[in-house]
């Protein structure tokens, strides 16, 4: 299985993208369910922010 950060931004949702389409299991992580959707690609999705501790 392979996690991408940023799944849906401009070059994560071309990695899902081809990650998916050559049969590997893809966990996209993306803060904003605004964008498009991986799961339309084959991928789980998991909504997630990653901060730095203050």
Known sequence: ???V???TGHI???V???L???GHRVLAVTHSDAKASPR???ASLLMSAISKRR
């Open 12 to 14: 994560g949702r071309h």
């Open 40 to 42: 339309g690609l084959g």
């Open 16 to 18: 899902v993208r081809e």
């Open 1 to 3: 299985m392979y996690v």
């Open 5 to 7: 950060l940023g799944a």
């Open 20 to 22: 998916s389409e050559i």
